[in-house]
């Protein structure tokens, strides 16, 4: 199906987290959030959102670095182009734009959203999903003390989360992890996610996380050391999921060559859009390893992106999509994201597009800078 962009704008929201969320590598309260809505040359629209944050502490993207890149390279290299549809715009983006992939994966995504509205069938269909729900799982930011965390994490489980996650760093981890083990039960579905925060000199003190049966362990080391996450999961029982290390599906294939990981969270919006997800989800499943969805904070509107691609068959592991709720007061979609007791989120297959409505008012209410760029052969 082919597609012409005629339009991009950009708005940036602003939209303060229930509770503050803590990561090895900085704290978020107050989210700054990208909205893209993209209308093609036939005047129909959809919505989509850049993950970048607020600084770079996770990637080297921003918000800011985003809307320069958007605004600069990425909308003009697209606007008018008569594409064969938007599994074209990863390659024309990736060529000659190095980086700023969340930028990129917001334009591509919502491409992708704008082909399943013009197709009416559902964004999850489009992309070759298979679900109609997805069980979720919860991630715990860093708390103040091991019995804060196990309280946290034993509501989770009792709200009907799949999967939790808890954020460690070094000086908040075996303690935490172990109070929660203890607290939860061996059945309880536990894995830590460390942001990057240790070294190949904690190798020995991460293999003390084995005794705790975790899923797994995410992101351990540096996010350009996949030699030496391959050194680790020599040494640990505990499976290595991968998610600042794979920011396209090379790093994949390099990950399966090397051993460094046996497990990938997948973020569309760190792989520069669905087209690289899909390859990622595909190499994976051809190698028996599982994928999962993972979250970056996002609004309703990015949710809606990662539930669909969560719908695809290889995701087999509980995702970091968590309803509305747990981030917000009030989502900027209707229906909100919700998620019933047993820890599963409907995909919303019977409806086209992101199968959500963006809630333009409160948008508007919540943007605190706007612009719009135009192909100029659309007047
Ligand atoms: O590493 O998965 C991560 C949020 C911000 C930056 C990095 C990460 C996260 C999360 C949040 O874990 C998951 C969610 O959106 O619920
Ligand atoms: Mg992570």
Same mark, same amino acid.
């Given at each position: 199906?082919?597609?012409?962009?005629?339009?991009?704008?950009?708005?940036?929201?602003?939209?303060?987290?229930?509770?503050?969320?803590?990561?090895?590598?900085?704290?978020?309260?107050?989210?700054?959030?990208?909205?893209?809505?993209?209308?093609?040359?036939? =005047?129909?629209?959809?919505?989509?959102?850049?993950?970048?944050?607020?600084?770079?502490?996770?990637?080297?993207?921003?918000?800011?670095?985003?809307?320069?890149?958007?605004?600069?390279?990425?909308? +003009?290299?697209?606007?008018?182009?008569?594409?064969?549809?938007?599994?074209?715009?990863?390659?024309?983006?990736?060529?000659?734009?190095?980086?700023?992939?969340?930028?990129?994966?917001?334009?591509?995504?919502?491409?992708?959203?704008?082909?399943?509205?013009?197709?009416?069938?559902?964004?999850?269909?489009?992309?070759?999903?298979?679900?109609?729900?997805?069980?979720?799982?919860?991630?715990?930011?860093?708390?103040?003390?091991?019995?804060?965390?196990?309280?946290?994490?034993?509501?989770?489980?009792?709200?009907?989360?799949?999967?939790?996650?808890?954020?460690?760093?070094?000086?908040?981890?075996?303690?935490?992890?172990?109070?929660?083990?203890?607290?939860?039960?061996?059945?309880?579905?536990?894995?830590?996610?460390?942001?990057?925060?240790?070294?190949?000199?904690?190798?020995?003190?991460?293999?003390?996380?084995?005794?705790?049966?975790?899923?797994?362990?995410?992101? +351990?080391?540096?996010?350009?050391?996949?030699?030496?996450?391959?050194?680790?999961?020599?040494?640990?029982?505990?499976?290595?999921?991968?998610?600042?290390?794979?920011?396209?599906?090379?790093?994949?294939?390099?990950?399966?060559?090397?051993?460094?990981?046996?497990?990938?969270?997948?973020?569309?919006?760190?792989?520069?859009?669905?087209?690289?997800?899909?390859?990622?989800?595909?190499?994976?499943?051809?190698?028996?390893?599982?994928?999962?969805?993972?979250?970056?904070?996002?609004? =309703?509107?990015?949710?809606?992106?990662?539930?669909?691609?969560?719908?695809?068959?290889?995701?087999?592991?509980?995702?970091?999509?968590?309803?509305?709720?747990?981030?917000?007061?009030?989502?900027?979609?209707?229906?909100?994201?919700?998620?019933?007791?047993?820890?599963?989120?409907?995909? +919303?297959?019977?409806? +086209?597009?992101?199968?959500?409505?963006?809630?333009?008012?409160?948008?508007?209410?919540?943007?605190?800078?706007?612009?719009?760029?135009?192909?100029?052969?659309?007047?």
């Amino acid at each position: 199906m082919s597609l012409q962009l005629a339009r991009i704008t950009l708005r940036e929201i602003r939209m303060t987290l229930r509770e503050p969320f803590e990561i090895s590598s900085g704290r978020t309260t107050d989210r700054r959030i990208l909205l893209l809505e993209l209308q093609d040359a036939g =005047g129909a629209t959809a919505w989509s959102e850049c993950v970048a944050g607020e600084r770079p502490n996770y990637s080297a993207e921003t918000i800011d670095t985003a809307w320069l890149a958007i605004t600069e390279w990425i909308a +003009p290299r697209v606007l008018g182009m008569r594409l064969g549809g938007p599994d074209a715009i990863d390659d024309l983006l990736r060529r000659g734009i190095r980086g700023h992939a969340m930028a990129r994966a917001a334009v591509e995504m919502g491409a992708w959203a704008l082909a399943a509205e013009r197709e009416g069938v559902s964004l999850s269909r489009l992309l070759g999903g298979t679900r109609t729900a997805i069980a979720t799982g919860i991630s715990i930011g860093i708390q103040a003390s091991p019995h804060a965390l196990a309280e946290k994490a034993g509501a989770a489980l009792a709200r009907g989360y799949r999967k939790i996650k808890m954020k460690i760093r070094p000086g908040a981890d075996i303690e935490y992890i172990a109070a929660v083990r203890h607290a939860l039960g061996p059945e309880a579905p536990l894995m830590a996610d460390a942001n990057s925060a240790y070294t190949p000199a904690h190798s020995d003190h991460l293999a003390e996380l084995d005794a705790y049966r975790l899923l797994m362990i995410e992101q +351990p080391l540096s996010q350009d050391d996949l030699r030496r996450h391959a050194q680790l999961q020599d040494r640990l029982d505990t499976p290595i999921c991968l998610d600042e290390s794979i920011p396209h599906a090379a790093a994949a294939e390099d990950m399966l060559a090397l051993g460094a990981g046996r497990i990938v969270n997948v973020k569309p919006g760190r792989v520069g859009g669905f087209r690289q997800a899909k390859a990622i989800h595909d190499l994976c499943r051809n190698h028996a390893v599982p994928v999962w969805c993972g979250g970056m904070l996002e609004s =309703g509107v990015g949710r809606a992106h990662n539930v669909a691609l969560a719908s695809l068959p290889n995701f087999t592991i509980p995702g970091d999509v968590s309803p509305s709720a747990r981030y917000w007061t009030e989502d900027v979609v209707s229906p909100e994201w919700t998620m019933d007791a047993s820890g599963m989120v409907t995909v +919303p297959v019977d409806r +086209p597009g992101l199968g959500v409505e963006v809630d333009v008012d409160r948008v508007d209410d919540l943007t605190v800078r706007t612009k719009t760029l135009k192909w100029r052969g659309s007047g």
